[in-house]
T-cell receptor, first 110, second 115 residues
Framework: DAGITQSPRYKITETGRQVTLMCHQT?????MFWYRQDLGHGLRLIYY???????DKGEVPDGYVVSRSKTENFPLTLESATRSQTSVYFC?????????FGPGTRLTVL | DQQVKQNSPSLSVQEGRISILNCDYT??????FLWYKKYPAEGPTFLIS?????DKNEDGRFTVFLNKSAKHLSLHIVPSQPGDSAVYFC??????????????FGKGTLLTVNP
């Protein structure tokens, strides 16, 4: 399917475990982004990527790792999950200012 | 430091009336502004945008106004419909190089349109 997809849509994990959230886009957009949405904070940028093998930190990068070996994929890894990382995570891609968002992953860390 | 502010967490209007959502920004480097709409359990979707060289942009029932001197923008929805009930995010971008494509979001305003 064309567009941007995220998997899994829902995930429950335990403190200290490693979790990887997947993001895939079919538009060949250069830019990709990861956000988290929390009550009272809106959307906050975690990491972004301008192209394959080029990534940079956003506003709240601590505790997260990203990679981008292919243009279409931008996985986000929580190396050792903490309860404060319980959130809804959105991936987005863009070719200019307008970003297109995936459906989100709801992550719960127990 | 919050660079994009949506000071009203919620807004309730009657169907058929005008909805006005407000957004303020502090960074004078921002030169492009967007509004996104978000329904529960879905990702945000792009609604309308405006460049800093304009003061108004219209798309059907949606109009965005930009007042650069006041660092203020607003989204007008006329007439409001129950299907417009959603969270609306204001976002801004600007700067040089790759940072042009980063968006800074406000915290969102929950719009409820009552039948």
């Amino acid at each position: 399917d064309a567009g941007i997809t995220q998997s899994p849509r829902y995930k429950i994990t335990e403190t200290g475990r490693q979790v990887t959230l997947m993001c895939h886009q079919t538009w060949s957009h250069s830019y990709m982004f990861w956000y988290r949405q929390d009550l009272g904070h809106g959307l906050r940028l975690i990491y972004y990527s301008a192209a394959a093998d080029i990534t940079d930190k956003g506003e709240v990068p601590d505790g997260y790792v990203v990679s981008r070996s292919k243009t279409e994929n931008f996985p986000l890894t929580l190396e050792s999950a903490t309860r404060s990382q319980t959130s809804v995570y959105f991936c987005a891609s863009s070719y200019y200012n307008e970003q297109f968002f995936g459906p989100g992953t709801r992550l719960t860390v127990l | 430091d919050q660079q994009v502010k949506q000071n009203s967490p919620s807004l309730s209007v009657q169907e058929g009336r005008i909805s006005i959502l407000n957004c303020d920004y502090t960074n004078s480097m921002f030169d492009y502004f967007l509004w996104y709409k978000k329904y529960p359990a879905e990702g945000p979707t792009f609604l309308i945008s405006i460049s800093s060289i304009k003061d108004k942009n219209e798309d059907g029932r949606f109009t965005v106004f930009l007042n650069k001197s006041a660092k203020h923008l607003s989204l007008h929805i006329v007439p409001s419909q129950p299907g417009d009930s959603a969270v609306y995010f204001c976002a801004a971008s600007g700067g040089s190089g790759g940072s042009n494509y980063k968006l800074t979001f406000g915290k969102g305003t929950l719009l409820t349109v009552n039948p």
